[in-house]
């Protein structure tokens, strides 16, 4: 059972009510859950699917399709020797058949009661998963995808196809199917990029799974995995938090101990330079770094392909980027963001799996509490629309990004993580803390606050009124210093 996921499903059986012929890329990171959430949309019923070949040849790619024809009811052929050939024998095979009913079942019942019409099911569903593998050099894969596209399935009379596409190298779909300057551009009819569970479909999954887990376990549980399901589905009944961890990442047969190895060159051809950018975020300054000093410490040459290697981070949800107060581009910090690779980093990296219960044994350390107070910031993040519900500014046109300022001889650097412009004429100024128990602003920090405020307030460009907004796990002691706090936002309201 799909556990959220619902506006994906709605989108993907739309394409079945669509009088033209769709072409639909969905993307996002490894272990996601886009080929589940295909196959389960679509009730496993294809008239013809295909997966590409983890760092295979041409020869093996043409290989695996060739057998992938003959699994969907094509007689015994010659392996193809160009895509071009290749996708010739699946117009023939499509020609051939007659699956223009495909049993969508309560998934096509859904929709129609949704929709409050019925939906046909004439259209003939194609699923290539993990697209981007196919794409070897001199193969010209994409030439043969646009031929494929443009010269036969948008012009068949019956215009009944739904190609699916899918992938994990989102920089590769972006690229070569997203922002295509050739004949695929403009061609696809739906873009699905799947983002990770959100905590509370975390908590529903916890749930499914009888886990027997409260909101906090759940929180850290997400502080570690974020919301990828697969990592998720590893969890078992009867273990508390850190014996789970444990049992995934640092136990001698643990199920993830070579995941992030995995995950990197899954998605990156070459993902050595991608990873020296990322192991220089990992050591660096907990508020980031700039592209020189990224540069500086990973020795890698400036130029395109550094740019892009930022770019494609960027965009795969690993780094962030945010402009300084002087908004010169140079200045902009990058940030590590993605939940489990800071974890590996911070924690699984230097253990080098030394210790069998190096989560139960470091449970108390400082190390772990730094750990915890960076992870919650990246949480909060990747939960801005739940944090504008909070704040009952969910209809509200708002600017949201981060910002800083560098130290002078004047003043303090500062930095704020989450600022939220808001077009009813204030800015949510917020800070995330992570604490066992209520948070109590301090002396130091209630000065830190202070200049963080102030340094926006004579910096920044904005002229509305700031509001100062802490997100905590339980809340806010009401000392001398809570005045400054307009808004208080707590753990459980992450969860809606």
């Known amino acids: 059972m799909i556990i959220g996921r619902e506006k994906e499903q709605h989108e993907l059986l739309g394409l079945l009510e669509k009088e033209e012929s769709q072409f639909c890329a969905v993307y996002g990171r490894r272990r996601v859950g886009k080929t589940y959430l295909i196959r389960e949309t679509f009730n ?49 095979l499509i020609d051939r058949q007659s699956c223009d009913s495909l049993p969508l079942g309560d998934n096509r019942k859904r929709l129609s009661e949704q929709e409050g019409k019925d939906v046909p099911a004439r259209k003939k569903v194609l699923f290539i998963d993990e697209l981007p593998w196919m794409d070897t050099p001199k193969g010209n894969l994409i030439g043969a995808l646009e031929n494929f596209w443009n010269g036969w399935a948008t012009a068949r009379r019956e215009k009944d196809i ?82 789970n961890i444990d049992q995934l990442f640092f136990a001698e047969t643990a199920q993830l101990r070579d995941e992030f190895e995995a995950l990197y060159a899954t998605l990156f051809k070459r993902p050595e330079n991608y990873l020296k950018v990322i192991g220089c975020l990992s050591n660096g300054r907990r508020s980031g770094m700039t592209r020189e000093e990224i540069l500086a410490a990973s020795k890698l040459t400036d130029g395109g392909t550094f740019s892009t290697i930022l770019e494609e ?49 470091t449970f108390t350390s400082a190390s772990h509490n730094t750990w915890k107070g960076l992870a919650f910031e990246r949480v909060c993040l990747q939960h801005v629309p739940q944090i504008k519900a909070a704040l009952g500014i969910s209809g509200v046109q708002t600017n949201v990004c981060s910002w800083f300022a560098r130290g002078t001889e004047q003043r303090r650097g500062a930095q704020i993580d989450l600022v939220i412009g808001r077009a009813d004429g204030f800015t949510d100024i917020c800070e995330m803390k992570h604490s066992l128990n209520t948070f109590a602003i301090d002396n130091d920090y209630a000065k830190e606050l202070q200049n963080k405020l102030d340094a926006y307030r004579e910096l920044s460009k904005d002229r509305r009124t700031l509001h100062l907004v802490m997100i905590t796990t339980n809340g806010v002691a009401h000392n001398n210093h809570y005045n400054m706090v307009q808004k208080e936002i707590t753990m459980d309201e992450l969860f809606k």
């Open 313 to 361: 981070l960027e965009e795969c949800g690993f780094i962030r980027r945010f402009a300084s107060a002087d908004t010169a581009e140079k200045n902009a910090l990058y940030q590590l963001t993605d939940n489990y690779t800071l974890f590996y980093y911070l924690c699984i990296k230097k253990n080098a799996f030394s210790d069998e219960h190096y989560w139960l044994n």
């Open 44 to 92: 496993y019923q294809f008239c013809f699917q295909h997966t590409g070949v983890a760092k295979g040849t041409l020869r093996q790619q043409l290989t695996a399709f060739r057998n992938s024809l003959v699994a969907a009811g094509m007689e015994k052929c010659s392996v193809p020797k160009t895509w071009i050939e290749a996708f010739e024998l699946l117009k023939q």
């Open 162 to 243: 739904v190609l699916i596409v899918c992938g994990s190298a989102t920089s590769w779909i972006s690229k070569k199917l997203l922002k295509d300057k050739g004949g695929l551009r403009g061609r696809l009819t739906l873009r699905v990029k799947l983002a990770p569970f959100t905590l509370r479909e975390c908590e529903l999954f916890a749930r499914g799974a009888n886990l027997a887990y409260g909101r906090k376990d759940v929180l850290e549980l997400y502080m570690v995995l974020g919301g990828i399901p697969y990592y998720w589905s590893f969890l078992k009944r009867g273990l508390s938090v850190a014996q």
